[in-house]
């Protein structure tokens, strides 16, 4: 008889980047024959991929190493956190590893050290797609690590360091065996994305019959070819992001630019080491949208950034009234240990942040629930998340899972998680849509 398979909890935290991480650690596991555990309890061996970006992100991974240890002991912490893993030996001596981030053969072998592989060829058949922590008809798709900017507020290049590019041929192989295995949307994210290839020249590597050069606009178009919705994240405003627009307007890749702009403010941009003239990035907006009428752009603004003014966010929000983009999110400037930026200006006081975001996001409601009423009546493919017995919840293409807002659908024939089905719009909400399956 066989052996029992050693049995694996894990616990993933942080951004769509470390979960990327996790499945290709659990890809490795589960291929050696590992289990994956549904408690931490009974498990022989815990892992926590955890994230360090914010200092209350380090709390929740430090609380999720804690209650690790509390239930079962043997715990391995790798991800963001354990690049400086002084501060988690500290609070927890007895760990059995502590690894950093995209140490996959250092887990790996942390684990084999703590629970050696009980593995049967015969029985252990990964499914083709890999372990999926997310739902099986999107995934990430992580074409590069680290990042060769060098904004203020970030120290996420001193924790993963400068660009590196996977070979486009490699992101392409494992973008058709995801659509092989069922994958209906891909969601392209790295630190850059716009800045795909830099590091290596843009390199051409052989994917089907042909050469592909690992530039942002060669991976996207060859993207678009494997018939499943492309989304474009984490975008750098570079000028050669222009040429992606016409993909979007033939339909070859989603008409969605998530393209985090941080502020508008040109003194505020500069603090922060960013790309600084909004009026020319305004321009460029409008020249997109001419090119692409229906392109929808997320980004994310900084309010409370050390010295920013009362009148430098007035800027900010002038600019977002101008600019009119389609999904927004907002955060209060968090200090991270380690950045620059605090040492900039003074700091902003927490009721003022917390004040600045709630103006922002009243303005950004506003501008939202003009631009979803004007989709009322409107006929739009919706990939489905859930579906219930007579109503689904899903996404049209100008929204990405978890950050944007949901179509929720009724149906009279029935629907599947993963189907891309024609939604007449009926209702709109600030953020969601309503309609009817046709
Ligand atoms: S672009 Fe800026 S915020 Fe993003 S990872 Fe690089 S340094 Fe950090």
Not at 170 to 196: F, I, M, N, P, W
Not at 238 to 258: K, N, S, T
């Amino acid at each position: 008889m066989n052996a029992p398979a050693p049995k694996i909890s894990f616990v993933s935290l942080g951004c769509p980047k470390a979960l990327v991480d996790s499945e290709r650690i659990l890809t490795h596991l589960r291929a050696e024959g590992y289990e994956l555990a549904r408690r931490h309890d009974g498990a022989d061996v815990v892992i926590v991929n955890t994230c360090g970006f914010l200092d209350s992100a380090k709390a929740e991974s430090l609380q999720a190493i804690g209650d690790a240890m509390a239930e079962n002991g043997r715990v391995i912490v790798t991800g963001c956190m354990g690049a400086q893993p002084e501060e988690i030996r500290e609070k927890y001596p007895n760990l059995l590893a502590v690894t950093g981030p995209q140490a996959y053969e250092s887990v790996v072998a942390a684990v084999h050290e703590a629970v050696p592989p009980a593995h049967d060829p015969f029985l252990d058949l990964v499914p083709p797609q890999g372990v999926k922590l997310t739902p099986r008809h999107y995934a990430y798709l992580k074409i590069s690590e680290g990042c060769n900017n060098r904004c203020t507020f970030c120290i996420i290049p001193q924790l993963r360091g400068d660009l590196v590019s996977r070979p486009a041929g490699d992101v392409l192989r494992e973008a058709e065996k995801l659509v092989k295995a069922g994958v209906r949307e891909l969601l392209v994210v790295s630190q850059d994305t716009s800045a795909y290839g830099i590091d290596t020249r843009y390199a051409a590597s052989p994917w089907r019959d042909r050469e592909v050069r690992a530039r942002f606009y060669d991976l996207a178009a060859a993207l678009g070819e494997l018939g499943a919705w492309v989304r474009l994240h984490y975008v750098y405003p570079y000028p050669h992001v222009d040429e992606v627009i016409p993909l979007m307007a033939e339909g070859r890749i989603l008409p969605y630019l998530d393209m985090p702009l941080q502020h508008a403010s040109t003194a505020v941009l500069r603090r922060m080491r960013r790309p600084g003239n909004q009026e020319k990035m305004l321009e460029r907006i409008r020249a997109w949208r001419a090119t692409c009428p229906d392109l929808a752009i997320r980004s994310t603004f900084i309010v409370g950034f050390p010295g920013e003014t009362e009148a430098e966010f007035e800027e900010l929000l002038a600019w977002l009234k101008e600019a009119r983009l389609e999904r927004v999110g907002c955060f209060q400037y968090e200090p991270v240990r380690g950045a620059p930026a605090n040492a900039l200006g003074e700091a902003v006081p927490d009721a003022v942040k917390a004040e600045r975001q709630r103006r922002f996001m009243e303005a950004q409601a506003a501008i939202s629930l003009r631009l979803q009423k004007a989709k009322v009546g409107k006929r739009l493919p919706v990939i489905i998340d859930e579906a219930g017995p007579t109503l689904a919840r899903g996404r049209s293409k100008y929204d990405a899972p978890e950050i944007d807002g949901s179509v929720h659908v009724a149906f009279r024939r029935p629907v599947r998680v993963g189907d891309i089905v024609t939604v007449k719009i009926e209702r709109a909400d600030t953020y969601d849509l309503h309609g009817t399956a046709v």
